[in-house]
T-cell receptor, first 111, second 117 residues
């Protein structure tokens, strides 16, 4: 069974204080690993897809990396507007495209 | 690109009535749509997966007669909550993936807050 574990569950940072969110996964064969951002009362917003170990993707202050066992979402010099819940999901290779989601990391960035 | 529009964003209905939620892919053909339910401060709970032109596949424990899903076209899926009860109050979110948008990721709608009174 595919599993996704995100840590920490919650993270408080000061504005400008860089940090990383972790997503550990077990999957029979990885088709893709996804990162989403979710604001309260909204649907998740797609950020990145990573397909293979060693791959990295960046968008503004966010950088996602992937190994064979985990992914990190690095947040450089965060701003209060980066406050949100960040969700990680994996999609196994094979016929189904159903993603398995982690519980998310709730990030609060204080000004 | 890859915009998914979900309506309504909020709905209040009386106990015993039915409510329909629409999910549309605006700029791509959605070969697969997913319907989720999310409880406060919890992650997404997959309810069902629907592929265009075929019946939805429901997750274990989800009543298919209560949560009717229709995926009649490549751009529209609907979720109808039938005979709604207060315990059906929740945040419902759809997502869609398609064949012509590059990757295998799914894109989410804005969500629908359902309150049954």
């Amino acid at each position: 069974e595919d599993q996704v574990t995100q840590s920490p569950e919650a993270l408080r940072l000061q504005e400008g204080e860089s940090s990383s969110l972790n997503c550990s996964y077990t999957v029979s064969g990885l088709r893709g690993l996804f990162w989403y951002r979710q604001d309260p009362g909204k649907g998740p917003e797609f950020l990145f897809t990573l397909y293979s170990a060693g791959e990295e993707k960046e968008k503004e202050r966010l950088k996602a990396t992937l190994t064979k066992k985990e992914s990190f979402l690095h947040i450089t010099a965060p701003k209060p507007e980066d406050s949100a819940t960040y969700l990680c999901a994996v999609q196994a290779s094979g016929g189904s495209y159903i993603p398995t989601f982690g519980r998310g990391t709730s990030l609060i960035v204080h000004p | 690109g890859a915009v998914v529009s979900q309506h309504p964003s909020r709905v209040i209905c009386k106990s015993g009535t039915s409510v329909k939620i629409e999910c549309r892919s605006l700029d791509f053909q959605a070969t697969t749509m997913f319907w989720y339910r999310q409880f406060p401060k919890k992650s997404l709970m997959l309810m069902a997966t629907s592929n265009e032109g075929s019946k939805a596949t429901y997750e274990q424990g989800v009543e298919k007669d209560k949560f009717l899903i229709n995926h009649a076209s490549l751009t529209l899926s609907t979720l109808t909550v039938t005979s709604a009860h207060p315990e059906d109050s929740s945040f419902y979110i759809c997502s869609a993936r398609g064949r012509d948008i590059g990757g295998t990721e799914a894109f989410f709608g804005q969500g629908t807050r359902l309150t049954v009174v």
